[in-house]
């Protein structure tokens, strides 16, 4: 009778390991996606905006010959 308790116990425990890596790996991995988002914005922000390189007049009129 002893040993049933004791396996049920160590059943348990087992378990409740499991779900606590389980948590831990989601909450670790968040982090790490939180950070790398984080670093991602920063370097989106650091880039510079294209100029045109041509003036900003040419192409809003079409000349048509006949």
Not at 22 to 29: N, P, V
């Given at each position: 009778?002893?040993?049933?308790?004791?396996?049920?116990?160590?059943?348990?425990?087992?378990?409740?390991?499991?779900?606590?890596?389980?948590a831990?790996?989601?909450?670790?991995?968040?982090?790490?996606?939180?950070q790398?988002?984080?670093?991602?914005q920063?370097?989106?922000?650091?880039?510079?905006?294209?100029?045109?390189?041509?003036?900003?007049?040419?192409?809003?009129?079409?000349?048509?010959f006949?």
């Amino acid at each position: 009778m002893d040993t049933d308790i004791n396996a049920i116990a160590v059943s348990y425990i087992n378990m409740k390991q499991e779900n606590l890596q389980g948590a831990i790996q989601t909450s670790i991995l968040r982090k790490v996606m939180d950070q790398n988002t984080a670093q991602a914005q920063q370097l989106l922000n650091t880039l510079t905006k294209p100029t045109p390189s041509i003036p900003l007049h040419v192409g809003n009129h079409v000349d048509r010959f006949i």
